[in-house]
């Protein structure tokens, strides 16, 4: 977040108060260094509700998904944490595996990586958000595509299918929607080679993280600015479907599940099938222990949280000269 210009304020209370106001304003991305071997990027971490806070407006504040922190924290009211309410946040996540070039939606979890690099230091970079995707029925579809404009202010011309879907809502939605508060598109859009798909941001935020849109990918507003003013038209664009997500960081194997748009896990074996064919791929696969606790403990929990459930086996790692020597 872009800080305003320095400047010294008296009282002090007014110091606190103009402090408190900037740290909860709508958060920007989260952005991480990309090294060659990066497959987990972030922490978890902890934030504080306020008085009028519901579980949505500290999600758009920390940049999350509803349904994200809502996983992570099945206690906490939605419509009132209450003052001072402790809430994880589960910033962390383990990196789809797809081309590290562009963007990637994973439509599993609700989230868009954008790989890039930092314009001044030639640092590689990933940047995440939570989106927004199609509603059953009209699923966000996979596969890939390249931007090919940007747009301020966009004027909506539903489908068909779109007007027939809300006129069965009893609701008329008239063929060209004109930039307003009115218009589910927001104030940007990025318009792809995808016919009838779109990134875009929303008059409804709440629906971030959310199966709730006509199938194209919603962001909050001010992430859909970023990623307009940033992202070069000709940018990769891929969309993939992986609730199930393997990544290496320090010596620990870190498994990420993700719960259907029915809230329901993955089933075992097709978490330990997904393992074996990591394992497999992998340089390195046979050299890791696994804890196959800590993997149904991760199930049970249903929080999507990403968590270690192994470890490198130093033995298995050995060359055969070394362990000759053993």
């Known amino acids: 977040m872009i800080s305003p210009k320095r400047k010294v304020w008296r009282p002090l209370a007014l110091v606190v ?53 809502r996983r992570a924290n099945p206690d906490v009211d939605i419509w009132g944490p209450g003052e001072g309410t402790r809430l994880l946040v589960p910033a962390q996540f383990v990196l789809p595996d797809a081309p590290r070039d562009g963007i990637v939606v994973n439509r599993a979890e609700k989230r868009l990586y954008w790989f890039h690099q930092d314009p001044e230091t030639g640092q590689r970079l990933v940047t995440s958000y939570p989106v927004g995707i199609g509603k059953q029925g009209r699923e966000t579809p996979t596969g890939s595509a390249r931007i090919v404009t940007k747009l301020d202010q966009p004027t909506w011309f539903p489908t068909q299918g779109v007007i027939d879907d809300y006129a069965a809502q009893g609701k008329t939605l008239p063929r060209v929607v004109p930039p307003g508060p009115d218009n589910p598109l927001g104030d940007h859009a990025i318009v792809l080679d995808m016919p009838g798909f779109l990134l875009h941001g929303t008059n409804r935020p709440d629906g971030v993280g959310m199966r709730v849109s006509q199938g194209c990918v919603r962001l909050y507003p001010e992430h859909i600015r970023e990623l307009v003013a940033q992202v070069p038209v000709g940018t990769p664009v891929h969309f993939v479907d992986q609730p199930v997500k393997l990544g290496r960081r320090n010596g620990a194997l870190y498994l990420e599940v993700l719960p259907d748009g029915d809230g329901l896990m993955p089933d075992r074996e097709d978490v ?21 606790d800590a993997i149904d ?15 490198k086996n130093p033995v298995a790692q050995l060359t055969a000269q070394e362990q000759d020597a053993r």
């Open 17 to 69: 108060l103009v402090s408190t106001i900037l740290c909860w304003s709508p958060a920007q991305s989260q952005t991480w260094p990309l090294a060659e071997d990066t497959e987990v990027v972030g922490e978890p971490k902890i934030e504080f509700a306020r008085r009028s806070d519901t579980l949505m407006d500290i999600a758009r504040w920390v940049s999350m998904g509803h349904h994200e922190l």
């Open 272 to 292: 330990l099938a997904s393992l074996a064919a990591w394992q497999r791929q992998s340089d390195f696969g046979s050299a890791w222990l696994i804890d196959h």
């Open 297 to 311: 403990a991760l199930l049970k929990a249903a929080d999507g949280m990403a968590r270690a459930v192994g470890h």
